[in-house]
Nanobody
Framework: QVQLVESGGGLVQAGGSLRLSCAASGSIKSIRAMGWYRQAPGKQRELVARITRGGTTDYADSVKGRFTISRDNAKNTVYLQMTSLKPEDTAVYYC??????????????WGQGTPVTVSS
C-alpha cells in the first residue's frame, strides 16, 4: 500500500512562516497529483494547494501569494512553504496523493494530518 507521513506543523505567530513536508512510501510505481488540504475546527476540509507531476500548481484564493507548493518526484515528497501566516490559517493540514501502485491499482492516499496553529 501507500503511506503518507507529514511533518513541519507547529505553533507560529501571525506573520511567521512554516514549511510542511509529506513523504510517500510503499508500493509506489508513480505518483500523479499531490496536494495539501486543511480542516479547521467546525469546518469542512478544503483544498489549500495541489501540484501535478509535471509541476502545474493550483491554490485556494485565500493562500495565493503566501503559500508555495513544490515537489520532489525522485523522493516522492511534496512541500508547502507557508509565509505571512494568519490566525485563520490555523487548521490540521493533510497531505494527499494519487498513487499508482506496483500492482497496477490507483490509490487516493491521505496522511494523518499535522496541526498548524497561528497565534495573533
Amino acid at each position: 500500500q501507500v503511506q503518507l507521513v507529514e511533518s513541519g506543523g507547529g505553533l507560529v505567530q501571525a506573520g511567521g512562516s512554516l514549511r510542511l513536508s509529506c513523504a510517500a512510501s510503499g508500493s509506489i510505481k508513480s505518483i500523479r497529483a499531490m496536494g495539501w488540504y486543511r480542516q479547521a475546527p467546525g469546518k469542512q476540509r478544503e483544498l489549500v494547494a495541489r501540484i501535478t507531476r509535471g509541476g502545474t500548481t493550483d491554490y485556494a484564493d485565500s493562500v495565493k501569494g503566501r503559500f508555495t507548493i513544490s515537489r520532489d518526484n525522485a523522493k516522492n515528497t511534496v512541500y508547502l512553504q507557508m509565509t505571512s501566516l494568519k490566525p485563520e490559517d490555523t487548521a490540521v493540514y493533510y497531505c494527499n496523493a494519487g498513487a499508482l501502485t506496483e500492482t497496477g491499482s490507483f490509490l487516493d492516499a491521505w496522511g494523518q494530518g499535522t496541526p498548524v496553529t497561528v497565534s495573533s
